[in-house]
């Protein structure tokens, strides 16, 4: 059984003809088994139909011209979309993003149930008459007892 990888060095030299013997054998074997190498070997077919149609010249080694292409591509500087460098940017800062959203969200809670009883406001009446004024059913009735001065109503 041949390995995938040396299947696919030797699948240009088949698809042109190029390969003999126990080699071609044992690919052809490899390729009625393996979809990938399968597709492969047609796209390369078609390629190839292509190339002959139009009336170029073909290669002398497609071998040789493969080994090239695959190390031209390689070397190749790839470009990056901006969209793929701010995801990997986020990648890095969304935990200590929600970190810090979190830490806010518990400062805030702590701030707001931690006040001092001089934060309240200050009544500007005493205790007593607060009591007085908010225990009567109507407290604006008897403004004396309640030991306020009566409002001047008056013209």
């Known amino acids: 059984m041949m390995k995938h990888e040396k299947a696919m060095q030797l699948l240009a ?3 042109v003809g190029r390969l003999k013997g126990r080699a071609k054998i044992a690919l052809e074997q490899h390729i009625s088994e393996c979809p990938i190498c399968e597709r492969e070997l ?7 139909k292509l190339l002959r149609e139009v009336g170029l010249v073909r290669p002398s080694n497609p071998k040789l011209m493969l080994t090239r292409i695959r190390s031209a591509t390689a070397q190749s500087p ?3 979309s901006k969209a793929w460098q ?4 986020w990648g890095y800062l969304w ?6 959203a ?3 969200l518990v400062a805030a809670a702590t701030l707001s149930l931690w006040r001092q009883p001089s934060d309240r406001p200050e ?3 005493s205790y007593e008459q607060y009591h007085r004024l908010v225990s009567w059913s109507n407290p604006l009735g008897n403004w004396f007892e309640a030991g306020l001065s009566m409002p001047n109503t008056q013209p």
């Open 13 to 15: 030299d088949y698809a």
């Open 102 to 104: 979190l830490l806010a």
């Open 86 to 89: 701010w995801r990997t940017i």
């Open 123 to 125: 009544l500007s009446v």
């Open 42 to 48: 047609k796209a390369l077919q078609q390629t190839e």
């Open 78 to 80: 790839r470009v990056q």
């Open 95 to 100: 935990k200590p993003a929600i970190g810090f």
